[in-house]
């Protein structure tokens, strides 16, 4: 399997014009120097790192998208069938603690090279936090809420979707941002299954070029930059889903 | 009562040799109880922690499955009804309050007529006229529930129990988290309610004097379940059955009693009245005789002025500004034990009892009421003091 990586990484590395785009342009003697951060370069460059920006985000989006849908599944199959919830946690458990590139590697022969392999994967990596925050948030609550609810007539499920899960919806927020913060951040390794995303500017365009500085400290101030965006936008998502929380309680 | 919502008829409660058995318990938590709640009373399950006054209160709903026997909410057997079904048309208010607390008021009290489908129009006309009924602020609509005071919280758990205007309500220690100031108030709150809506209640409880003063029957359990006696308030007070209820109903059922009764209940003796102006000889007259040794001065109206002394009856006319003032005052409408007690704080032997006016009604005096607790004179018709908010 490794000698098949291999063969499949030796291409990329031998591809591309990158070396004549390194000596161009207005910032050619700090790239000659190979300095920390090349700001001209950067800037006369900005258009490469488009498309690697927006395959990670497509990348994020779509494994802690999906993420959320499985392990809130196994969140509602396990919420009233206690026995389930260790061996859901100790599964996602288990694969994450499978190192990503490995895991990378076993899915190639399996789901071929690209996005899929590559959401796969990152998919598995987020079940654990989120399945982990969902199960937390719905024991966390108050059980005099779920008594008046089965008191007045609710059944299991709209207990479940009318109570439990909006109330448990902080921590389920919680565990999204933990889960999408760490996506962000493994999603640079998508490169390994072939496919896009952050990872080809830092690996392709900065590792495997002599260390190219600049391109990996740009793409990874990207990633930091995204990784705030996806936060603010829970923030916000919090406010609007939980108004509760925010109020000042006597 | 509005039948709009389908509901408002009150119905009975009847449980028929009801057991509890949990599963790996060896004693049964409700053992064969047997009692009926008449429609539009309040029954108070009341008892020692481990009496199953909670459980029996639960298998009225199902909340808790019934081992065996069985209960009746009017005439169907809560058994033939579907849980979800049943516990919508059973009012539902604990501890805790359970109120929602991602949910404004507003979205809290209108919970079950959601679930039974009412239409947006319907059920937000409902809730307002709830928010009426029990005198909440309606600035406070749309806050969450962490943002009212426990008090207000209690009274919206108890409007939401009331949303769908079911015929019966539980009640699981609805004023236990209270401070006793608000639990006082909010027990008097709910007996004038309860007053206007007439549901039949099913409360539970373990603090005996919330039991005899909310109750219309007490149930009180002993460990292990079973019942100990089912009588009215006064009827325990007056007769506990055994010693278990004797010693749960405490060493002052005399004074409980007490505040089962107003001042109108029992007879009032007659003071010999004097007017203003009157010639002294003329009262002296009247002493003879009479119930109470001092003359009561009255105004043309006859309010009570004060008391007479032997010296402002040496005058020729009786004096206008009487030594004693006639203090304290009490009103027909105050409950027992209160007179009692301003009785005894104002170090006094008498009081005047006054009417709505302030005119003169009669005389209270710790002779009679030490004779009525001696005699326990028809105390059990006298519960109707209950019946009737206090305050």
Redesign the interface.
């Known amino acids: 399997m490794i000698a098949e990586a291999t063969t499949w990484l030796a291409p990329l590395v031998a591809q591309g014009d990158f070396f004549t785009d390194r000596s161009e342009g207005s910032a050619t003697e700090c790239v000659a120097e190979n300095k920390t951060v090349c700001l001209g370069w950067a800037w006369d460059n900005a258009d490469r790192f488009v498309s690697p920006t927006l395959e990670h985000l497509v990348l994020v989006g779509l494994s802690v998208a999906f993420g959320f849908a499985i392990a809130l599944g196994m969140a509602v199959l396990s919420h009233r069938r206690r026995w389930l919830v260790p061996t859901f946690t100790g599964a996602s458990g288990v694969l994450y603690t499978i190192p990503s590139i490995a895991l990378f590697l076993i899915l190639l022969p399996i789901t071929g090279r690209g996005n899929v392999t590559a959401i796969v994967a990152l998919t598995l990596y987020t079940l654990q936090i989120i399945y982990r925050n969902i199960v937390t948030g719905l024991g966390n609550v ?1 059980e ?2 779920k ?9 299991e499920r ?1 207990l479940l979707w009318r ?1 439990e899960l ?2 448990a ?1 902080p921590e389920i927020i919680a565990g999204l941002r933990i889960a999408t913060v760490s996506t962000v951040a493994i999603a640079t390794l998508a490169i390994f299954a072939g496919a896009g995303g952050l990872g080809e500017e830092i690996y392709t365009g900065g590792l495997l070029r002599d260390v190219f500085k600049t391109a990996i400290v740009v793409a990874s101030g990207i990633a930091i930059l995204m990784a705030v965006f996806f936060d603010a936008l829970y923030i916000g998502l919090q406010r609007w889903l ?3 929380r925010r ?4 | 009562m509005n039948t709009r919502n389908g509901d408002a008829e009150a119905l009975s409660v009847r449980f028929e040799d009801v057991s509890k058995h949990y599963p790996g318990a060896d004693a049964p938590a409700v053992d064969g109880l047997s009692l009926e709640i008449p429609e539009g009373e309040i029954c108070v399950l009341v008892g020692p922690s481990g009496s199953g006054k909670t459980t029996a209160m639960r298998m009225v ?1 199902r ?1 808790i499955e019934i081992t065996s026997g069985d209960i009746y909410v009017g005439d169907r057997s809560v058994r033939d009804r579907s ?7 059973i009012g ?1 208010v ?10 404004t008021i507003d979205d809290n009290i209108a ?2 007529p959601r ?1 039974l489908g009412w239409d947006k129009a319907r059920t937000q006309a409902r809730v307002e006229e709830l928010i009426g009924l029990i005198g909440l602020d309606p600035e406070l609509r749309s ?2 529930p ?4 426990g008090g207000q919280q209690q009274r919206v ?1 108890v409007a ?2 009331l949303a769908a205007d079911p015929g019966v309500m ?1 009640m699981d220690e609805p004023f236990g988290a209270v401070d006793p100031i608000n639990r006082e108030r909010l027990q008097n709150e709910f007996l004038r309610l309860q007053a206007d809506v007439r549901k039949t209640i099913c409360f539970v409880t373990h603090d005996i004097d919330e039991a005899i003063k909310m109750g219309d029957r007490v149930a009180v359990l002993r460990e292990g379940g079973r019942l100990a006696q089912f009588a009215t308030p006064a009827g325990l007070l007056m007769a506990p059955a055994d010693e278990f209820v004797e010693d749960f109903v405490g060493a002052d059922r005399a004074l409980k009693r007490l505040s089962l009764l107003r001042v109108s209940d029992i007879s009032l003796w007659e003071a010999p009245l004097a007017y203003v102006g009157q010639a002294s000889a003329e009262v002296r007259a009247k002493l003879e005789g009479a119930e109470v040794p001092h003359p009561l001065l009255v105004d043309s109206e006859r309010r009570p002025l004060g008391w007479l002394s032997e010296r402002d009856l040496e005058r020729e006319i009786v004096p206008d500004r009487p030594d004693s003032p006639a203090e304290p005052r009490l009103e027909r409408d105050d409950v027992m034990r209160d007179a009692l007690s301003d009785l005894l704080q104002a170090e006094t032997q008498y009081a005047a009892v006054v009417d709505h006016e302030g005119r003169i009604a009669g005389v209270l005096s710790i002779e009679i009421i030490s004779e009525f607790l001696g005699s326990g004179e028809a105390l059990v018709e006298e519960h109707s003091a209950v019946e009737r908010p206090l305050e």
């Not at chain 1, 008594?147 to 059944?155: I, L, Q, V, Y």
């Not at chain 2, 849980?83 to 048309?89: D, F, G, K, Y």
């Open positions: 108050p005099a809420a008594d008046a609810g089965r008191g007045m007539g609710m059944t709209q109570v909006p109330l919806v939980a108004p509760w109020v000042r309680a006597i | 709903n909340m849980p979800a079904e049943l516990r919508r048309h539902y604990i501890q805790q309050t359970g109120l929602f607390p991602h949910r919970t079950v679930l806050r969450f962490s943002q009212l005071s758990g939401r129990a539980l």
